[in-house]
DNA sequence: TTCGCCATTGTAACCGGTTACGCTGTTGCC
DNA sequence: GGCAACAGCGTAACCGGTTACAATGGCGAA
């Protein structure tokens, strides 16, 4: 592969004249450049960006860090952030902690030399490990994690909010017995959306306690709880999973038991996954366009990138919004929600 | 941030042996590189990848470059490739062409000095144009694209016998007129799958000519064509997409209209996205493994990496395998085709 | 004509690591 | 005791670019 000195003594110049040639500086002058163009054609350089990147200080990648790359969340993520990054000639360098602690430092790690900025989603480590992980002179935007006590932007969805509304929206359309199927323990967002659905009943149904099941946000743990429902040991007119991923599996379960959805049991979500709309009848569940969130996120570090030091003041809370489909549609006397899409309970 | 030599001057020794301790070559005593550990504990210091590649000559980066990143079908590669890059160490470094040619040449320039090897997916390039831009020194796999006459390696998913069998199927279900919805013009699996098509057609029912409605993969050309077949300008017994998405546009719309599927009209469709098995009744598709797409490619890398020189011979094909589901179960007197997941129809 | 200024170009230091090579001091052996 | 072999460590060159600074030369002004 050619250099930049084979390229500047193919011309009969200095690299130095090379470099400014290539890189479109003023001060060469047209038949200088033109030399070196023509040995750049004819030698068929590509400047080294390693090297490049190595001078300059500068990469103009970005790295990001996410937990998992199995579905769709995650893929919807990447292309928020792939969308912002092109449009500023920014590349992507993906790490993935594949779930473990340990990695998570190896992945941060491996990121220094190669990446300007940072976008992490550590959705179940504690702030203070995190704070040891992340070198302080790199920008860096937290992907749907509130920061709390770390001074660092963030970006997140209000996962409590939605599930308040969501949970309101189920009595309010007349169920009586609520359960929630719950996210994994350690998990921010899972956590978040119980407590929205505790607080809600709570504020709403004193009278009847809260039925919380657990859940890792698998089909399984829905199907899981189906079956607890259909053998009767658990009395329940609506059900409140804490992702769609759950509310698919309960609904499969529950349709091979023979149980109605609507009519028997209603059913919500949250995420509105493209899946939730193409059932029948549809997930009601409260949509976060998760590609926001790496759209935002990136646009924040590009404005950290750029110098503007944002406060931690600076973070952004996206407000999921309440789809109402079919699945939560029937009880008799109960407003009937809307099956348009997009539209509000309210 | 520390550098290496911070960290020598800190441990009282020099570059060399500092570099030599971190890295846990052999010849440093004991104290020697306890003391260099502590001084890199106590400056925080973390090597910078970037520099330690410029001389290694090896990244362990291997760059993916993607037409876009829309969908379910490019996260699951990236995901078959994460698996299998992230069991040996290697990061990947995004790169997206986002449908146009200029900006392919662009994302594969950007890649120079910052990988070791590349994965590519040029659905819709000239093989003249893409060994133009791909640098020969430079190990590259390609993932679903018949390489042709360029002596590249590549894994590529078996469209054409796919879509063959996929015909073969309907019309052994008794369908006598099926219509298929192509892919983008200039896309190759749709070419394939379109060949495949009017292959297995004019093989076992010569006296049918193919009817072929253009399409886009989008869900819109699914609707479009469905609309035709509800005004009746088209007659049709049986569907066949060339993807599942436009599958799902298509029994969308005929469900709006009152056509039952597969009552007045079988649908099949291509890839097996994970919505296909959600749907009622799921949809009959050829299952792409889309995600060994990814690792397949990934390991023929590592091994090119390594030093095995793979021949152009050493491309692997993989075969999609048929899953029969509802949306082809019911014409009467036809053999009715099993639901469970992964059956074969013969 | 001579001087100074400016535009163009070259020399060389540098980014932050790795590593070939050479130096030193120990040890093993005759 | 003398010498070779060798382990441990340091010096400096290098990876492939960028860029500060100096050198050169052409030009207009005095």
């Known amino acids: 592969m050619a250099t930049l000195r084979d390229v500047a003594r193919e011309a009969g110049v200095s690299v130095a004249t090379a470099s400014r040639a290539i890189n479109g500086l003023g001060n060469v002058t047209a038949p200088t450049r033109a030399a070196v163009m023509a040995a750049v054609k004819k030698l068929n350089f590509v400047p080294h960006s390693g090297a490049r990147s190595l001078t300059r200080r500068k990469t103009d990648t970005v790295g990001v860090i996410l937990p998992d790359l199995f579905g769709e969340f995650f893929s919807e993520i990447i292309r928020g952030i ?11 360098l993906l790490g993935n902690m594949h779930g473990s602690t340990h990695e998570t430092a190896a992945a941060i790690a491996a990121m220094r030399g190669r990446v300007d900025g940072l976008l992490v989603m550590p959705p179940d480590l504690k702030p203070e490990l995190l704070s040891d992980y992340l070198d302080p002179a790199l920008p860096t935007v937290l992907l749907n994690y509130d920061a709390g006590s770390l001074d660092l932007p963030f970006v997140a969805v209000d996962n409590y909010r939605g599930a308040y509304a969501m949970t309101e929206a189920l009595l309010a359309q007349g169920a009586r017995q609520v359960v929630h199927i719950a996210g994994p323990k350690h998990n921010r967002d899972a956590r978040d959306r119980q407590r929205g659905f ?4 709570a504020k709403i149904a004193k009278e009847r306690s809260p039925v919380i099941l657990p859940g890792d946000f698998s089909e399984e743990s829905g199907e899981k709880a189906a079956r607890l429902i259909v053998e009767g040991q658990l009395p329940a007119d609506a059900v409140f999973a804490a992702n769609d991923q759950m509310a698919v599996g309960l609904i499969a379960e529950l349709a091979r038991a023979g149980v109605s ?3 028997d049991v209603m059913v919500a979500g949250f995420d509105d996954i493209p899946l939730a709309r193409h059932l029948s009848p549809g997930l009601t569940t409260m949509q976060v366009n998760i590609d926001r969130l790496g759209s935002t996120g990136m646009m924040m570090l590009l404005r950290l990138l750029r110098g503007d030091t944002l406060a931690a003041a600076s973070a952004t809370i996206l407000n999921p919004n309440l789809i109402a489909r079919g699945t939560t549609a029937s009880l008799p006397g109960a407003p009937r929600a809307s099956a348009a899409a997009g539209a509000s309970p309210t």
């Open 198 to 201: 505790v607080d809600a009943m």
């Open 261 to 263: 959805v609507p009519g």
């Open 82 to 92: 792939d969308l912002v990054a092109h449009e500023s000639g920014m590349h992507l």
